[in-house]
């Protein structure tokens, strides 16, 4: 067992922070776990589990053990007539393991191609591109509770799921380590093609009878169009939620703006494109020194490079102000502030 000490994240974090940590362990099976947090310096300090450092943004040195997530492993749990369950782990990465899933022809989590970041981070924030979330084909994980060292399994109902929401990120945050992550996938695709321009990529792609792999490149591209490669820009996606808002508000804002871009999310409420909020309130291209607001989306905040995590934080206080003021609505963060 390695145990590095004040470690840099630099390469850690695709927001390209750099801060260091107290301890930095990588974590490849359970029983090293175990083995880890038994020992008497170790257990005492505080824990942050890293998978691909795509959600956070650390805007200070971390006093903790960092536990580098690198459980592997992709197995069948089970197959019948309609499908399989398929379990992968913790530290497998999401987008080869969607890969892998097309390949083998196992159908469900082809929308959420080519988003960063580890399999056992999936369920934390229940990710979500183009139309699919996985919630839609999660079917339970196994969880090393970090207090008592055992190993807990949750099902779905257990997982509370909402937009970019789960137990893991409210009641149960920092408690649990997620080591396996099983996946109900079919073998009769119900293919979305409906959601964002995928339908329009596969014109130009020239494909009427679309395969997953198929769909799986029409993202990718729409996905390469838009957001920034986190190699070449430091950025973690979306900073903020699309926020959720009350239809009676929403028809107010609307009568100054009605170009405003909305979704329905139930009877009484809506779901407000944030980007479109931070873009028509100026923000959009905006840079400062070495840090800023993406050219193609409003939505992602970016470190050119040498930026600090709390340069960044301090430009999405602004952000929420000023949407704030222009359009009375709260925006709230969806990265990981550390
Ligand atoms: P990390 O950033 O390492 O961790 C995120 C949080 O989860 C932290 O609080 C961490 O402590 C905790 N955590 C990580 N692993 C575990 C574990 N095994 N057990 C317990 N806690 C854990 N997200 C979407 O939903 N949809 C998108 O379309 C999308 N697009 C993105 C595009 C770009 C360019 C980038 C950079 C990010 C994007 N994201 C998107 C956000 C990101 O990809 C997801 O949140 C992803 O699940 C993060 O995985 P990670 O392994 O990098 O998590
Ligand atoms: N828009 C603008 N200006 C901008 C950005 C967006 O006007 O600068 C408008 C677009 O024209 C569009 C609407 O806002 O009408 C929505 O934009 P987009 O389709 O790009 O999606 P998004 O709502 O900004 C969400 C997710 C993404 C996910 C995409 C596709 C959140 C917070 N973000 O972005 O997830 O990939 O939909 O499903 O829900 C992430 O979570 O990190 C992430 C990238």
Known sequence: ???????????????????????????????????????????????????????VLFTKNQDAIVLLNQIKGIKVETEDAKGWTISAGGGENWHQFVLHCIEKGYAGIENMSLIPGSVGASPIQNIGAYGTEVKDVFEWLEAFHI???????????????????????????????????????????????????????????????????????AVISIRESKLPDPK?????????????????????VKENYPELTTYPVSDTHSKVAAGWLIDKAGWKGKTVNNYGVHKNQALVLVNYGGATGKEIYDLSSDIIRSVKEKYGIELEREVNVL
Request: hydrophobic residues 30%; aromatic residues 10%; glycine residues 6%.
């Open 1 to 55: 067992m390695t145990i590095l000490e004040n470690q840099s994240l630099l390469k850690y974090n695709t927001f390209g922070i750099d801060v260091s940590a107290k301890y930095f362990a990588t974590i490849d099976s359970v029983d090293l776990l175990s083995e880890l947090l038994s020992n008497k310096t170790y257990k005492q300090e505080d824990k942050l589990i890293l998978g691909g450092g795509s959600n």
């Open 147 to 217: 207090p008592t060292g055992e190993i807990h399994r949750f099902t779905h109902s257990d997982c509370n799921f909402g937009y970019r929401e789960s137990v893991f990120k409210n009641k149960l945050k920092g408690e649990y380590l997620i080591t396996k992550v099983a996946y109900r996938l079919t073998k009769n695709p119900n293919l979305n093609t409906s959601y964002g321009a995928i339908n329009k990529a596969l014109e130009e792609m020239k494909v009427t009878t679309p395969t997953l792999k198929n769909i799986s490149d």
């Open 232 to 252: 070449k820009i430091g950025n973690s996606g979306s900073f903020f939620k699309n926020p959720i808002i009350e239809n009676s508000i929403l028809n107010k």
